[in-house]
Structures are given as C-alpha cells and as structure tokens.
C-alpha cells in the first residue's frame, strides 16, 4: 500500500518591476520549488497531496479526521501565519480551527511531521516563520531561536553523520549544501547530521507519533544543484518519510 502524505508550501510568488528609462512595467511569475522531488517520490509509492503556500488559506483541511487519512505532513517553507491567518479569520473575523493544533494532534495520535528548513521554516528571516511561538514547538525535536536563524553558506558545507542509521547508514559523502536554520536538538532526539556544532538532520517522538526535521533544503538555493542531482537524492527522502509512517502503519493493523 502506498504512503500517503500531504506535503505544504515550497512555492511562491514572484512581482517584478522593470524599469526601462523612462518607463517601466511589471511582471509576475508563479513558482514550486519541491516538483522534481514530489515527481520521485510519487515513483516509489507515495501517495502525495501537494498544497501550495497560497492555497493553505482556503483548503488545508479543518477537522482531525481529514488528516488522519495521511500517513505523515510535510511542511517546507512556509510561515504558521499561513495557517494562523486564514481568510474567514483574518478578512471576516469568524473564529475557526487552528492547523498547527490540527497537525500536533494528528502526530500525538500516530501521524509523521517532517520540517524542511528554508527561509519560512522553523524561525526563518527576520524570525517571520516565528514556529517557535506555536503547537509545533512542542511537537519538533528541536529547540528553535528567539530570531532570525538562517545561517547562509555560500562556498558550501558536507553534513558529517554522528549516528549509525538506517535512512543514511550506506550514503556515503554528501554533496555540499548553501545554508541551514540553526536549532538546537532535543535531548530525548537523535541527530544524524550536522556541520561542526548545528544539526542538519534530527528525528525524534511526540506523543504516538514520529517527528523529523531537515534543516537544510530540498530545493535551490540552499539545496544546491549538487544536491537535487546527488544520485542518492531520492533514496534519502523515501527513507526519511517512509521512517515517519512507521507507527502510523503498524496502529492500522
């Protein structure tokens, strides 16, 4: 049977002005940062829901029993005010569910949660993506900043392993990569990679349920092409979300 999972944000919009002398025009382009690896992972099994950033706001799903159809969430790049400041709220003042207490409560009953890092993850630039101050502090197994927690590589890092684990145990060396948010791991977590003292790749429980955070991207620019071409790209990422699904497989048998 195919793991299912719903996979949230990674795209954007982009507003560009072009100014030509005298005058000028505008232009917007609409991009998804996570295709090629969504395009992979739907070839070994996994059964995935995308939702873009924008479309959270009017269709990330209201009641515990939508998501317990999932078998793990991924959020990447995206801002709980995304999910805090949905339209009938913010525009109409109409008191609704809270999707961040959605997604803790479908981990403490057995769900997976994976975080991949990025400008709108964990606290991101200037601390917007601001998870700290939200149900998910309790349910990652990191500790997140009180500020903006990017730190930008630009001649590249290898994460080094410092645990034996079945997701990355006959990986070899990893490509470099351009930039990380700093956390802090848990005590009762388990690392897997860092770079000299800030972790990489951490997983941990919450409750019934299975948690895993990837500081580092899973697309350009922190993800660097090095990366997404790595001929163990997708085996990492079918690893590390099949690892997630684990207890929710076994509580339905």
Not at 33 to 60: C, M, W
Not at 237 to 251: E, F, H, P, Q, Y
Request: with cysteine.
């Amino acid at each position: 049977m195919a793991t299912k999972v719903l996979f949230v944000g990674e795209s954007w919009v982009i507003h560009m002005i072009h100014q030509k002398g005298f005058d000028c025009f505008t232009s917007t382009k609409y991009e998804e940062g996570a295709t090629y690896l969504l395009d992979e992972l739907r070839k070994v099994n996994f059964d995935i829901d995308y939702l873009p950033s924008h479309e959270v706001q009017v269709r990330f799903p209201q009641t515990i029993e939508e998501l317990e159809k999932y078998d793990a969430i991924v959020l990447s790049d995206i801002g709980a005010n995304t999910f805090l400041l949905q339209n009938h709220t913010f525009y109409d003042m109409k008191i609704s569910s809270n999707g961040l207490e959605l997604i803790k409560d479908f981990v403490g009953n057995g769900g997976g949660l994976l975080m991949i890092g990025g400008y709108l993850s964990f606290m991101g630039i200037e601390a917007k993506a601001n998870y700290k101050n939200t149900p998910l502090a309790d349910v990652l197994p990191v500790e997140m900043m009180d500020r903006d927690d990017r730190v930008e590589v630009p001649q590249g890092f290898i994460p080094v392993s410092v645990n034996d684990d079945p997701i990355i145990g006959d990986l070899g060396e990893w490509p470099k990569l351009l930039g990380y948010n700093r956390v802090v791991v848990k005590h009762d977590a388990k690392e897997l990679l860092r770079v000299n003292s800030d972790p990489i790749l951490a997983t941990g429980y919450y409750k019934k349920g299975k948690t895993a955070v990837f500081l580092s991207d899973c697309a350009p620019h922190w993800g660097s092409m090095d990366f997404v071409n790595w001929k163990y790209y997708s085996l990492f990422w079918s690893r590390l979300l099949g690892s997630l699904s684990v207890n929710k497989a076994k509580m339905s048998l």
